[in-house]
């Protein structure tokens, strides 16, 4: 369960990932054709998963615009687990990613056959990002289940984000001079799990790292962008 829960948020946190276009964030790539890929490794620095984000289409809204992206995650042994799509957009110059996006394919495909509900909050990236900034928290409740029983109800809460300053970041697609950013995330289903990370975001990318540690502070796992395709 904690592994899982690890590797869930460290999924879902890639969304962040591209370049700019128009007035939106510096930190998404509104481009259709874009490949992100992404490896999962535990606290040991062994290799776990890894990901790949394509951005599919992309339209235009009434005040940004707004992509379909398709992600597939493989195990360690490159052999497909999951697939499935979901959406970015951009409104007055900020990324906003919706709350069922929060759900990555692996629990999509565990909730294919339960009536799902989600509510809540936009996680949000501004355009511009600078040393001491507080970014907005943000939240989700889901709940999954079958013939009017509720089986499954998660809460996520995302507070305490704040930019610490830049840094460079050397990962296997190139060395990135990034923003470093930290929030904790707090996860009620059953038993709860608070943890803590750090995403290291890159002008036209967006995160190229992303580290989570446990509450006495030690590392649980760590996120590298290993592929960037334009």
Partial sequence: MRN????FFMFFFPWIALHAQSDCSMFYPF???VKLEYTYYD????LES???SVIKTVKALPNGV???ITNTIFDKKDKEQFAGEYLIRCEGGVVKMDASTMLNPAMQQSFANMEVSIEGEDLTIP???TEGQELPDASTNIKA???GINIVNMTVNITDRRVLGKESVTTPAGTFDCYKVTQTTDVKMMLGKEFSSIEYYAEGIGVVR???YDKKGNLDGYMELTSFEK
Wanted: charged share 40%.
């Fill in 43 to 46: 606290k040991k620095g062994k």
């Fill in 31 to 33: 481009k259709e054709g």
């Fill in 210 to 212: 992303s580290e989570t």
């Fill in 66 to 68: 707004e992509a379909v």
């Fill in 50 to 52: 890894k990901s790949q």
């Fill in 127 to 129: 355009k511009k990002l």
């Fill in 4 to 7: 899982s829960l690890i590797c």
């Fill in 145 to 147: 289940g079958t013939g």
